[in-house]
């Protein structure tokens, strides 16, 4: 969506580097940096420009970020109204937060348990198949090109070895008493 008021909006859309004065809106073309730098080329243009295509998109995000994070004085007063928590209400979500920390703690300790069986293979075709979200067909050109393994890679054998490996993850899981996700 553009919106004529961004300024990263107008840059982005624009072939030259703009900037603004007031109402005022000025483009810097590639004929005016070449006349102005005759010594430069076109590429040192174009490196301008991604340049101020990108502080203007982390300008644009930092207003963004700002305007969601604040409150406009009219509705300061509605909003302000009440939004002090109990003490009752912080002590329940101290102890619910408590609570979820130890939950999750467990779980990271099982499913380091569970990790360990897999063999080195399959550790590493998991991780990058859920941890990294490598496709299959990723998996196999990356094992051929960076592990130079002697062995054919195949789609399937990859397929079957990530398939293997959630096996023996369900498996220890259960073995744990925990449900497994699949």
């Known amino acids: 969506m553009f919106n004529a008021k961004s300024d990263y909006a107008i840059n982005k859309k624009n072939e030259g580097i703009v900037y603004r004065n007031g109402d005022t809106i000025f483009v810097y073309t590639l004929n005016d940096y070449l006349h102005d730098n005759p010594y430069k080329a076109p590429a040192d243009f174009r490196a301008l420009k991604e340049s101020s295509d990108e502080d203007y998109w982390m300008t644009d995000r930092d207003d963004s970020d700002y305007s969601k994070r604040t409150v406009s004085f009219k509705d300061f007063d509605r909003l302000s109204q009440g939004a002090v928590p109990s003490r009752e209400d912080e002590l329940i979500d101290f102890i619910d937060h408590q609570s979820y920390l130890e939950h999750h703690r467990q779980m990271r300790q099982q499913m380091h348990v569970a990790l360990a069986t897999l ?30 393994e002697m062995a054919n890679i195949t789609h399937q054998s990859i397929s079957e070895s990530i398939k293997a490996a959630k096996k023996r993850i369900a498996k220890s899981l259960v073995k744990q008493q925990v449900n497994p996700v699949k």
């Open 119 to 148: 063999t080195e293979k399959q550790l590493r075709r998991y991780k990058l198949h859920i941890c990294d979200g490598l496709k299959v067909v990723q998996i196999v050109e990356f094992e051929q090109r960076e592990l130079l």
